[in-house]
C-alpha cells in the first residue's frame, strides 16, 4: 500500500511532465487579405509552428517557437504559369521567433523566468470541463487572452470541449505611414480533449483595423486552422497520452496498492504461524 501512495503522491508527479527533449511542428492552411476593402488582395496562405525544448532554468523548461507562414505553394505555381507577379518577400514580413518559460507541469508560463515576462497558459490544462476559462498567451496580441467554456461535443469519435478566445480592440501599436492607431481583434476556437488538454483543432480569425478618428478600416484579415494532417497527428497524440495517464495514474497505483495489501495479509499470516510455533 504505501508502494502505491508513493507512486501517487511522488513518482506519478515526476513523470507527468513536459519532457525536456519535447518537439512538434504544427501545420495550418487558411487564407490572408491584405488592404483596405475598397483595394483588397486576397490569397492563400500554409502556416508552420515548430516548437524546440532548449532548456530548463528553476524548473521551468524553455519552449523555442517558430512561426512561418508562407504563400501556399500551389497558388504560387498557378500564379506563374499565369505571368502574375506576386510579394516574395511575404515570409519574412509575417514570420516571427519566441522563447517561453513554461512550467513542466502545469503549462503556466513562468512570468519571472520568461525573457519577456509573459503570462498565462503556453497550452490547456488537464481537465477542463462546463464553466472553466483559463488565460492562454497570444503572441499576436502580445498578453495572455482568455478562453472560455462553450459546450460540449464530439470531434471524430472523441469527447472534446470546444473553448473560445475572443479578444476585440486590442492596441498593438500604430500605422508607420499614418500614425493611426492599430487594434487587433481575434476570435480562436479551440477543440480539446479534456484528458489530456490537447488541442486537436484550432480555427482563428484575426483582424487588424486600422482606427481613422473613430472608424476602423480592416487592413490585414487571417484565417487559419489546422491542417488536416495536423488534426490527424494531435489525436493520436491525445489517444496514446490518455492511454499512458490511464495506465500509469489508475492502473498502476492500484495494482501497487494491491500487491502491498496482498504483502501484509501473507506477512500477517507468517507472523500467526511463527506465534503459534513458538507457542
Known amino acids: 500500500m504505501i508502494l502505491g501512495i508513493l507512486w501517487i503522491m511522488v513518482i506519478f508527479p515526476a513523470l507527468n511532465k513536459v519532457p525536456t527533449d519535447y518537439g512538434r511542428t504544427l501545420f495550418f492552411e487558411g487564407d490572408f487579405t491584405v488592404g483596405p476593402p475598397e483595394n483588397s488582395t486576397n490569397f492563400p496562405i500554409e502556416q508552420m509552428l515548430e516548437q524546440k525544448a532548449t532548456g530548463t532554468q528553476d524548473g521551468a523548461l524553455f519552449i523555442n517557437e517558430r512561426y512561418m507562414t508562407y504563400i501556399a505553394a500551389w497558388y504560387k505555381v498557378q500564379n506563374a504559369l499565369s505571368g502574375t507577379d506576386i ?3 511575404f515570409s519574412a514580413d509575417y514570420s516571427f521567433e519566441q522563447t517561453l518559460a513554461v512550467d513542466r507541469h502545469t503549462l503556466q508560463i513562468v512570468t519571472d523566468i520568461d525573457e519577456n515576462h509573459r503570462s498565462g497558459y503556453w497550452g490547456p490544462p488537464r481537465g477542463l470541463g462546463k464553466g472553466d476559462s483559463f488565460d492562454l ?3 499576436g496580441a ?3 487572452l ?7 461535443d464530439m470531434f471524430r469519435g472523441m469527447k472534446v470541449v470546444i473553448f473560445e478566445v475572443d479578444g476585440k480592440d486590442i492596441s498593438i501599436g500604430t500605422e508607420p505611414q499614418s500614425q493611426a492607431p492599430l487594434l487587433l481583434s481575434t476570435v480562436i476556437t479551440l477543440t480539446i480533449d479534456p484528458r ?3 488541442v486537436v483543432n484550432q480555427d482563428a480569425t484575426t483582424t487588424t483595423n486600422m482606427d481613422m478618428m473613430g472608424q476602423k478600416i480592416p487592413i490585414q484579415i487571417s484565417n487559419v486552422r489546422y491542417a488536416e494532417g495536423t ?3 494531435l489525436m493520436g497524440v491525445a489517444n496514446d497520452a490518455a492511454r499512458k495517464l490511464f495506465l500509469f495514474e489508475t492502473v498502476v497505483p ?7 495489501a496482498v504483502l501484509v495479509i501473507i506477512d ?8 503459534r510455533t513458538t507457542a
Open 231 to 233: 488534426i490527424v497527428d
Open 137 to 139: 498567451w497570444n503572441p
Open 254 to 260: 492500484w495494482v501497487l496498492i494491491g500487491v502491498g
Open 268 to 275: 500477517t499470516i507468517f507472523i500467526g504461524r511463527r506465534r
Open 196 to 198: 489530456t488538454g490537447t
Open 142 to 144: 502580445s498578453r495572455a
Open 87 to 89: 510579394a516574395t518577400d
Open 146 to 152: 482568455t478562453a472560455s467554456y462553450v459546450r460540449a
